[in-house]
């Protein structure tokens, strides 16, 4: 089993930047895809992106193309989530997952807690 635990989330002004983490630990050999997700209050939760641990494909969902660069070093066993230009509706609690991967949260089995990310306007 993954266990998964994110880091660097925090609270940063319009146009700003943050760098996220996610540490997998447990079975980290067996990870195939990481993705992150998102959920702002009182909405649902929104893909990210994901990435291929072992060849470091990409995909970005709208909200993150040109700002988010999603990342991994599979030797430190560690995913991370760059994101640049932030905005006030980017605004939620951050979740990294492992799965087979894919835009839905459905194909993801291991998820961390979350870490909180706020942009003031």
């Known amino acids: 089993q993954v266990s998964l635990e994110e880091s660097g989330g925090g609270m940063v002004q319009t146009g700003n930047s943050l760098r996220l983490s996610c540490a997998v630990s447990g079975r980290p050999f067996s990870v195939d895809t990481m993705g992150w997700f998102r959920q702002a209050p009182g909405k649902e939760l929104e893909f990210v992106a994901f990435?291929?641990?072992?060849?470091?494909?990409?995909f970005y969902g709208d909200s993150a193309k040109g700002r988010f660069t999603i990342a991994r070093d599979s030797a430190k066993n560690m995913g991370y989530l760059q994101m640049n230009r932030l905005k006030p509706e980017d605004t939620a609690v951050y979740y990294c997952a492992t799965g087979s991967g894919g835009t839905s949260s459905a194909l993801y089995g291991s998820w961390g807690r979350g870490t909180q990310v706020t942009v003031s306007s």
């Open positions: 990435i291929r641990w072992a060849g470091a494909d990409a």
